[in-house]
């Protein structure tokens, strides 16, 4: 395939809802931004709340009407949640499954008795990344955190030594795997395909979160040695459980809508027939909807029927996996009509100028545009959700594989430099006990290796693909 650099497409845009001119438009991106960042750091409002203000502002400063505006907005708002809201759901399902019927802990315990010394660091990168496929950051984060606490203090280890690399691989899963939000908001906005991106996904996330995590972690030992808190060593949900799923039983679990996803990816790139049989019973079980159902109406056997779980418990534990998801469900969405706006007012035509002009990759673009939302407003998915409707019409003329390598970008971008205005810095912080220049010499220097070098080597992949 062809290098991966920007080029003026031909995909013929709708007609801009206003006719401002590239000079106003560029002001009005960076008012809109503005305002979005001043409302999430200043005032504290919710996520949701700012993206809806800041889509209205940036249709306004464009000199677009306030009708044609509220309609880009409700129209990306609506089509965001139907191509993801679900998704999102399904994964908060299986997470709360996984966390709740002690699968999780059955995973952890089960590597931790065959890891000791040197090994121990690794394990944990082991752990993290498993549990956080379906897993969002912050549940991981809970879920981990006191099994990094006592492995630390048990087995006399360094706690930036064992917590780093369980960091690490949440963080990666978080930012560059779907299901989380993020990259299927991404995958959505750009059009790429889910199978081909997880593949990829994968092959960026290794070397990624090994860098970021052991390797690191040797380093952020050395500059910030602190013991693990007696205070936050929380109980772990399966203590209460006469019984947990079996460790085998429960990794399959997890990884069955990854295994389906990229089964199909595989079929489409070997067979590359829609009228094959075998493709079509792949596009079926591999789409994201249908494999993460597969796999959360297995989990209600494997998982919670395992650990004991009535069908009353299990009615409670499924309803209670999606109230806390309404806030990210909205957010999402709210980011999927700040991003339709942008389109509409015409901003995808002035970033393809701006791009042959300046003669900057699209990767590298997507790249930096991440990277300035994410150090602007502190969360990687507005970050990820505002990047990903900026760069979206530079997808228009690119291979698969190529769309995919885009959302991976703006994926490794929506991570970097991790700090003060970011609740996982603060939630990191508290549960170490780290002050907050201790948190920046490791938590935030870590998010910054995964960003650096997640985008280095999605440019080294772009060419060879």
């Known amino acids: 395939m062809p290098r991966l650099s920007v080029e003026i497409l031909a995909a013929d845009a709708a007609e801009p809802i206003t006719s401002a001119g590239n000079a106003q438009l560029g002001i009005a991106v960076l008012a809109g931004i503005a305002v979005i960042v001043l409302l999430i750091t200043k005032l504290k409002l919710h996520a949701f709340l700012a993206l809806t203000i800041g889509s209205l502002a940036l249709g306004a400063f464009a000199g677009a009407p306030l009708d044609a505006t509220i309609k880009s907005f409700t129209t990306g708002l609506g089509n965001t949640v139907a191509g993801v ?17 002690g699968g999780a802990d059955q995973i952890v315990d089960t590597i931790l008795a065959r890891a000791g010394g040197r090994a121990m660091p690794w394990a944990m990168v082991l752990i993290a990344s498993v549990i956080g496929l ?14 990094v606490l006592l492995v630390a203090k048990r087995g006399d280890y360094s706690l930036m030594r064992i917590g780093i690399p369980a960091l690490a691989g949440l963080s990666v899963m978080h930012g560059l795997i779907p299901p989380h939000p993020g990259p299927l908001v991404a995958i959505d906005a750009v059009g790429a395909n889910l199978g081909v991106t997880l593949a990829l996904g994968l092959v960026v996330a290794v070397p990624t979160v090994i860098i970021a995590g052991p390797v690191f972690s040797r380093y952020a030992a050395r500059w910030v040695d ?20 079996d460790f085998g039983v429960t990794v399959a679990t997890v990884m069955l809508p990854v295994v389906l996803m990229l089964v199909k990816a595989l079929v489409d790139i070997v067979v590359d027939d829609p009228e094959n049989g075998v493709q079509k019973v792949t596009d079926v079980i591999g789409s994201p909807l249908i494999a993460l159902l597969a796999a959360v109406i297995v989990a209600l056997f494997t998982l919670g029927r395992a650990a004991g779980f009535t069908k009353d418990r299990l009615s409670s534990t499924v309803e209670k996996s999606l109230a806390p998801i309404a806030g990210v469900l909205l957010i999402v969405g709210a980011g999927g009509g700040f991003k339709q706006t942008l389109i509409d007012i015409g901003v995808g035509r002035m970033i393809l100028d701006f791009s042959e002009n300046w003669s900057i990759p699209a990767l590298l673009l997507a790249w930096l545009i991440a990277v300035a939302i994410r150090l602007a407003t502190g969360s990687a998915t507005v970050a990820t959700i505002s990047a990903a409707g900026l760069v979206a019409p530079l997808a228009a003329g690119m291979s698969t594989s190529e769309t995919a390598l885009l959302v991976l970008a703006i994926g490794a971008g929506s991570l970097f430099f991790s700090h003060v205005n970011d609740a996982g810095f603060w939630l990191v912080k508290e549960y170490f006990g780290m002050t907050v220049g201790q948190t920046i010499k490791t938590w935030s220097v870590m998010e910054t290796i995964i960003s650096v070098v997640g985008i280095v080597i999605v440019l080294l992949l772009s060419l060879v693909l």
Do not use: Q
């Open 226 to 245: 602190v013991p693990a808190p007696e205070n936050m060593i929380p109980v772990r949900p399966s203590e209460d459980l006469e019984k947990r799923p």
């Open 134 to 147: 379906p897993l969002f950051f912050e549940v991981g984060i809970v879920l981990l955190i006191p099994v």
């Open 85 to 101: 809201g679900v998704l999102i759901a399904l994964g908060a399902i299986l997470g709360k499954l996984l966390a709740d019927s």
